[in-house]
Protein backbone atom coordinates (compact mmCIF):
# COMPACT_ATOMS: atom_id res chain seq x y z
CA UNK A 1 0.00 0.00 0.00
CA UNK A 2 2.51 2.54 0.76
CA UNK A 3 4.04 1.84 -2.52
CA UNK A 4 1.31 2.83 -4.21
CA UNK A 5 0.92 5.51 -2.70
CA UNK A 6 4.62 6.72 -3.53
CA UNK A 7 3.39 6.44 -7.22
CA UNK A 8 1.27 9.78 -8.78
CA UNK A 9 -2.20 8.28 -9.71
CA UNK A 10 -3.96 11.24 -10.35
CA UNK A 11 -3.47 11.52 -14.24
CA UNK A 12 -5.43 7.99 -14.31
CA UNK A 13 -8.99 8.37 -15.66
CA UNK A 14 -9.98 4.50 -15.35
CA UNK A 15 -9.56 2.20 -12.75
CA UNK A 16 -10.36 -1.47 -13.67
CA UNK A 17 -10.12 -3.55 -10.17
CA UNK A 18 -11.78 -6.17 -8.07
CA UNK A 19 -12.64 -5.77 -4.36
CA UNK A 20 -9.49 -6.74 -3.16
CA UNK A 21 -7.37 -4.38 -5.43
CA UNK A 22 -9.97 -1.61 -4.22
CA UNK A 23 -9.52 -2.19 -0.54
CA UNK A 24 -5.38 -2.44 -0.34
CA UNK A 25 -5.88 1.12 -2.58
CA UNK A 26 -7.82 2.52 0.10
CA UNK A 27 -7.69 0.52 3.65
CA UNK A 28 -11.36 0.48 3.67
CA UNK A 29 -13.43 -2.96 3.48
CA UNK A 30 -17.04 -2.20 2.95
CA UNK A 31 -17.78 -1.77 -0.84
CA UNK A 32 -19.30 1.84 -0.29
CA UNK A 33 -16.68 3.24 1.34
CA UNK A 34 -14.03 1.59 -1.07
CA UNK A 35 -15.92 3.80 -3.85
CA UNK A 36 -15.89 6.63 -1.83
CA UNK A 37 -12.16 6.57 -0.69
CA UNK A 38 -11.44 5.96 -4.47
CA UNK A 39 -13.52 8.88 -5.38
CA UNK A 40 -12.11 10.99 -3.04
CA UNK A 41 -8.37 9.91 -4.21
CA UNK A 42 -9.11 10.32 -7.56
CA UNK A 43 -11.60 12.68 -8.08
CA UNK A 44 -11.33 12.93 -11.87
CA UNK A 45 -11.43 9.04 -12.45
CA UNK A 46 -14.19 6.49 -13.68
CA UNK A 47 -13.72 3.35 -11.72
CA UNK A 48 -15.15 -0.32 -12.24
CA UNK A 49 -14.67 -2.46 -9.43
CA UNK A 50 -15.55 -6.07 -10.83
CA UNK A 51 -17.26 -8.65 -7.24
CA UNK A 52 -16.89 -11.50 -8.51
CA UNK A 53 -20.45 -13.75 -8.93
CA UNK A 54 -21.77 -10.47 -7.58
CA UNK A 55 -21.48 -8.25 -10.64
CA UNK A 56 -19.48 -5.11 -11.01
CA UNK A 57 -20.05 -1.29 -10.34
CA UNK A 58 -18.98 1.48 -12.18
CA UNK A 59 -18.35 5.36 -10.88
CA UNK A 60 -17.22 8.48 -11.78
CA UNK A 61 -18.00 11.97 -9.86
CA UNK A 62 -21.84 12.11 -11.23
CA UNK A 63 -22.74 8.94 -11.64
CA UNK A 64 -22.93 5.23 -10.14
CA UNK A 65 -23.90 2.07 -12.33
CA UNK A 66 -24.28 -1.41 -10.90
CA UNK A 67 -24.35 -4.55 -12.86
CA UNK A 68 -24.70 -7.90 -11.95
CA UNK A 69 -23.89 -10.87 -13.21
CA UNK A 70 -25.42 -13.63 -15.08
CA UNK A 71 -25.46 -16.96 -13.75
CA UNK A 72 -24.21 -19.83 -15.99
CA UNK A 73 -23.00 -22.94 -15.08
CA UNK A 74 -19.04 -22.60 -14.56
CA UNK A 75 -16.90 -24.39 -16.43
CA UNK A 76 -13.48 -22.50 -15.63
CA UNK A 77 -13.11 -18.95 -14.68
CA UNK A 78 -9.72 -18.60 -16.44
CA UNK A 79 -9.77 -15.62 -18.30
CA UNK A 80 -13.12 -14.12 -17.51
CA UNK A 81 -11.81 -10.58 -15.74
CA UNK A 82 -9.58 -10.54 -18.93
CA UNK A 83 -12.67 -10.88 -20.71
CA UNK A 84 -14.59 -8.24 -18.92
CA UNK A 85 -12.00 -5.82 -19.31
CA UNK A 86 -11.39 -6.24 -22.97
CA UNK A 87 -14.95 -5.80 -23.67
CA UNK A 88 -15.83 -3.33 -21.35
CA UNK A 89 -12.91 -0.86 -22.78
CA UNK A 90 -14.19 -1.83 -26.26
CA UNK A 91 -17.47 -0.39 -25.57
CA UNK A 92 -15.72 2.62 -23.87
CA UNK A 93 -13.66 3.29 -27.18
CA UNK A 94 -16.90 2.74 -29.49
CA UNK A 95 -18.66 5.40 -28.01
CA UNK A 96 -21.09 2.89 -25.71
CA UNK A 97 -22.95 4.19 -22.70
CA UNK A 98 -21.84 2.77 -19.61
CA UNK A 99 -24.45 0.67 -18.58
CA UNK A 100 -24.32 -0.83 -21.95
CA UNK A 101 -20.63 -1.43 -22.32
CA UNK A 102 -20.96 -3.06 -18.63
CA UNK A 103 -24.27 -5.21 -19.37
CA UNK A 104 -22.16 -6.41 -22.93
CA UNK A 105 -18.71 -7.20 -20.84
CA UNK A 106 -20.83 -8.99 -18.28
CA UNK A 107 -22.58 -11.05 -20.78
CA UNK A 108 -19.15 -11.87 -22.47
CA UNK A 109 -17.60 -12.88 -19.20
CA UNK A 110 -20.61 -15.22 -18.57
CA UNK A 111 -20.02 -16.71 -21.77
CA UNK A 112 -16.29 -17.23 -21.27
CA UNK A 113 -16.46 -18.87 -18.09
CA UNK A 114 -18.76 -21.66 -19.11
CA UNK A 115 -16.42 -22.87 -21.46
CA UNK A 116 -13.30 -24.59 -20.89
CA UNK A 117 -9.81 -22.65 -21.33
CA UNK A 118 -8.49 -18.96 -21.47
CA UNK A 119 -8.18 -17.40 -24.79
CA UNK A 120 -10.29 -19.91 -26.32
CA UNK A 121 -13.22 -19.34 -24.08
CA UNK A 122 -13.33 -15.42 -24.97
CA UNK A 123 -16.42 -15.22 -27.61
CA UNK A 124 -16.65 -13.44 -30.92
CA UNK A 125 -18.87 -10.20 -30.49
CA UNK A 126 -21.44 -10.96 -32.62
CA UNK A 127 -21.78 -14.04 -29.90
CA UNK A 128 -22.37 -11.93 -27.13
CA UNK A 129 -24.46 -9.37 -28.99
CA UNK A 130 -26.88 -12.14 -30.21
CA UNK A 131 -26.97 -14.18 -26.66
CA UNK A 132 -29.81 -14.95 -24.77
CA UNK A 133 -28.72 -13.71 -21.75
Do not use: W
Not at 63 to 87: E, I, K, L, M, N
Amino acid sequence: NEQLKSCDLGKVNLFLVNEIEGAQMTGKEELGEILDTLSELYPKAGIVMTLGGDGCVYQDASRRFFQGSFHVPVTDTTGAGDTFTGYFLSSLIGGMPVPEGLDMAAKASAIAVSRPGATASIPLRDEVLNSSL
